[in-house]
């Protein structure tokens, strides 16, 4: 079993960065990667950045170019850095673990889902 929380959500301004943070605990190795999800009021869950143990990341288009996710396998986290940020961004963030084979993988492929953190982006 694998286990997420997430950290580093707030209210922001637009045009501002946030950090959020994914720390993991339990059997890592039974996962193949590490995934943040967005979901807005009224709106489905959604991928915006995947990152797989062999180090191939993957970005939705309306996050590329301003989100990176990365992972510090010495600290167990994984994070979401999101730059210039937008109204349109607002939503509640969570990480997930993918374990299943397919890339990126849509949300059936994901599990261990963290809590989720609420951003916030004013405009």
């Known amino acids: 079993q694998v286990q997420l929380v997430e950290s580093g959500g707030g209210l922001v301004q637009a045009g501002a960065s946030l950090r959020l943070s994914c720390i993991w605990s339990g059997r890592a190795f039974s996962a193949y990667g590490l995934g943040w999800f967005r979901q807005a009021p009224g709106k489905e869950r959604q991928l915006v950045a995947a990152?797989?143990?062999?180090?191939?990341?993957y970005y939705s288009d309306s996050v590329k170019g301003r989100f990176t996710i990365s992972i510090d396998n010495a600290k167990n986290t994984g994070y979401l850095q999101m730059n210039s940020l937008k109204s349109d961004d607002t939503a509640v963030y969570y990480c997930?673990?993918?374990?299943?084979?397919?890339?990126?993988?849509?949300?059936?492929?994901?599990?261990?889902w963290g809590q989720g953190t609420q951003v916030t982006v004013s405009s």
């Open positions: 997930a673990a993918r374990f299943r084979h397919t890339w990126p993988g849509g949300i059936d492929d994901y599990g261990s």
């Open positions: 990152f797989d143990w062999s180090g191939i990341t």
